[in-house]
């Protein structure tokens, strides 16, 4: 079975750090581009942050930009999310997605195949 699995999540105080995981299992991630994804009650879905194949492009929302922090590991099949300085508005349901992408390309707005479940993260004094 293909899937994504996040974990990480949690309750957080302002200013604090979380690391959220993706770990891939019964596929590869060498061939996929990675894109993180976050959803607030009442809100669209939005894209927070993607990488390459070969992390040799990340990109970011402006909103998280110079806070989170995009990486991979193909050997273990996991991509992650550092974030730093968490505020109130980064609370919402972080998701991880895999798509095929060619080298050093990624983008949060094409159209990804697999999705995780999701995990919660909550910002709050």
């Known amino acids: 079975q293909l899937q994504l699995v996040e974990s990480g999540g949690g309750l957080v105080q302002p200013g604090g750090s979380l690391r959220l995981s993706c770990a891939a299992s019964?596929?590869?991630?060498?061939?996929?581009?990675i894109g993180w994804f976050r959803q607030a009650p009442g809100k669209e879905r939005e894209g927070v942050a993607c990488?390459?194949?070969?992390?040799?492009?990340?990109a970011y929302a402006d909103s998280v930009k110079g806070r989170f922090t995009i990486s991979r590991s193909n050997a273990r099949s996991t991509a992650y999310l550092q974030m730093n300085s968490l505020k109130p508005e980064d609370t919402a349901v972080y998701y991880c997605?895999?798509?095929?992408?060619?080298?050093?390309?990624?983008?949060?707005?094409?159209?990804?195949?697999?999705w995780g479940q999701g995990t919660q993260v909550t910002v709050s004094p």
């Open positions: 997605a895999a798509a095929l992408a060619r080298a050093n390309y990624c983008e949060t707005s094409t159209e990804y195949t697999y």
């Open positions: 019964g596929f590869s991630l060498d061939s996929y581009a």
């Open positions: 990488i390459s194949r070969e992390s040799g492009r990340t």
